[in-house]
Each structure stands twice: as C-alpha cells, then as structure tokens.
C-alpha cells in the first residue's frame, strides 16, 4: 500500500550518505526532504531533536548521522558510543512520541566475520572492534524502545563522491605512487551510498511493521579491498601496481572482519526492489568524480 508522504529529515547530512540524499533530492517530489546536520541538529540532543521534529512536523527520520572513525573509536569509546548508541535511544523515544517512521542504519562491523556464508539478519552479533560494539548498542536501543514503522538497515564498504572513503583514497595515493599493496584477506560488498539513498526513499512508503525489522543492504557482488582497488584503476585506466597482502601485514587500531558479506534477500523479497552490481554502481561513482 502506497501511503503518501511528505517531510523527511535527513541526519548527519554532511556525511557520505546524507549528501547523496541532496543530489537526489530533486528527484523525488512526493518527499520534502530536510537536511541536518551537526551544527544546526545535535542528535545527541534529545530536545533539539524533538523540538525540530514538531517544529518541521516530520513524518520519517532517515539517520545518517554517525562515528565513524572506526579506528579513532578505539580510544574515543564514550563519544562513539554517545553518537552511535545514545543518541538513537533518543531518535527511537522521539519516533516513537510522534508515532513517526524511523530508518536507521548500522554495519556489517557487527558481525565478528568469523564465517564463510553471507550473514541473514538474525545471525549471532559479536563484534570485534568498539566502533561495531556501539553501532550494535545502537541497534538494541532502538530494539528495545520499539517505536512502530522502524527500521535498521546494515551496510557496508559505503563510497560515495563525498566525504572520505576507499575510492577516494585509491584515487588520491594513484597520483603519487606507481605501486600499492592492498588487503586481499577481508571480503565483503561495497556500498555506493546514491544507490542506498534511492532505495530507501523507494522503502520509506512500504515500511509497515509493529517491532522494528532488521534488514541488509549492500551492491550484489562480493570482493576483497585488493579486487576493489584493481576494479578503480581498471576502469579509470590508472596504470599502478596493485599487489595484494594480508590484513596482518597493514595492522590497525581495530580489528575488522575477515568475510562480512551481508545477505540481502529479505531486502529486495520484502520490498521487491533490485539492487545492481558493485562494479556497474562504481563506474557511475567514478564518472560524478
Ligand atoms: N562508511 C562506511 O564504510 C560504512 C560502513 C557500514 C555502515 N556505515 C553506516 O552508514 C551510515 C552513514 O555512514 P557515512 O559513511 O555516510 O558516515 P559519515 O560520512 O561519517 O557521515 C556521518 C555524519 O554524521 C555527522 N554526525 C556525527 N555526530 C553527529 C551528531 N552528534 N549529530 C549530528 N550529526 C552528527 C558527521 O558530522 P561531522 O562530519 O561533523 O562529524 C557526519 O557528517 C552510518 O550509520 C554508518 O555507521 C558506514
């Protein structure tokens, strides 16, 4: 059942995936999408963000808003966890006040990666760094206020032409290196974050659901950071080496997963949407470039 819509509020509207929000925003008549971001809405501020949401009279919140600094989280715990926990608390109290839609969205990082299979939304979390500890904190929050017409959706490698991520940095080194060695032990899906923001505004009418459903969203594909950083140069025709090492070999502050593939039939069953390859979503990011 098609319910119509109107004002979105886009946090974190600065990051990768809210700026996405703005180039498509124009796109979308039937939504008045209304943009956040940190200075102007503190989500951590439970009466700023319950103010705002009266004031605009917002029917659906999308949270972009974030830490994300995955290494960084390991010595900043308590800020990550006020962005990525305590602050959902609030949206979830404050969505669920309004009796407004909630879309939030986690990470593959909840998982320990310790498996072969993609993961379905039920599976065991265990993560194995703080940054996926506090999305997970998150998650529960928003699980155990159970406001209705909520949603999670996991995702994960997200690129887009804004902010920082993997294909702006393999871009960025191509011009003053001829040779780089790259992952090839941790296996996941990226994420155009364009492709995320459209499908969720095609989502928000649909979403229908008493307790707060969990879903996965990512490309369809799977690949290594070694074979996402060969494709960027393949298809910008950089000439550099690309040599593949093992996570071992490139230590960092936290750990992360070894295989964190999210299964997403429930997605695409659910709200019969269709989701394209990784590779034919990065030569549309890389041509915006
Ligand atoms: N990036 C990935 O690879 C990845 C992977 C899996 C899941 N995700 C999830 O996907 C979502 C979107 O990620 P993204 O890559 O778009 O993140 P991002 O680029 O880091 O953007 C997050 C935004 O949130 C803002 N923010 C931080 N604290 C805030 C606060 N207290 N109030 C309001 N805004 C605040 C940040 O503002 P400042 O710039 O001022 O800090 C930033 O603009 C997040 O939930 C993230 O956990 C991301």
Redesign the pocket.
């Known amino acids: 059942m098609l319910i119509s819509m109107s004002n979105i509020l886009i946090?974190?509207?600065?990051?990768?995936?809210?700026s996405e929000f703005k180039t498509i925003a124009n796109e979308y008549s039937e939504f008045k999408l209304i943009f956040?971001?940190?200075s102007n809405?503190?989500?951590?501020d439970y009466i700023s963000v319950s103010n705002s949401i009266e004031k605009e009279n917002i029917e659906a919140i999308v949270?972009?808003?974030?830490?994300?600094a995955v290494d960084k989280a390991e010595d900043e715990n308590e800020l990550a966890d006020?962005?990525?926990h305590k602050?959902v608390d609030n949206l979830a109290k404050v969505a669920k006040k309004f009796n407004i839609k909630l879309i939030h969205?986690?990470?593959?990082?909840v998982f320990d990666g310790r498996t072969s299979k993609p993961y379905n939304e039920d599976h065991n979390t265990t993560p194995i760094n703080i940054y996926g500890q506090t999305?997970r904190n998150g998650e529960l929050s928003l699980i155990n206020v159970a406001p209705k017409n909520s949603i999670i959706i996991?995702?994960?490698?997200?690129?887009?032409s804004?902010?920082?991520?993997f294909v702006k940095t393999m871009l960025k080194l191509s011009n003053s290196r001829d040779a780089l060695n790259i992952i090839f032990d941790q296996i996941g899906s990226p994420?155009y974050?364009r492709d995320l923001a459209r499908h969720i505004l095609k989502i928000i009418p649909n979403i229908d659901t008493n307790k707060v459903d969990i879903y996965h969203y990512t490309n369809e594909g799977v690949c290594s950071w070694y074979d996402f950083a060969t494709a960027i140069f393949e298809i910008k025709q950089k000439t550099i080496k690309v040599s593949p090492i093992l996570a071992s070999q490139y230590p960092t502050k936290a750990n992360r997963p070894h295989y964190s593939v999210l299964n997403k039939t429930k997605i695409k069953t659910n709200f019969n949407i269709e989701i394209r390859h990784w590779r034919e979503a990065l030569k549309e990011c890389l041509s915006n470039l």
């Open positions: 946090t974190g509207s600065n990051g990768q995936l809210g956040s971001n940190r809405l503190d989500i951590t949270n972009c808003a974030a830490y994300t006020d962005i990525n602050a969205i986690s990470t593959d990082y999305k996991r995702t994960s490698w997200v690129y887009s804004f902010g920082n991520n994420t974050a």
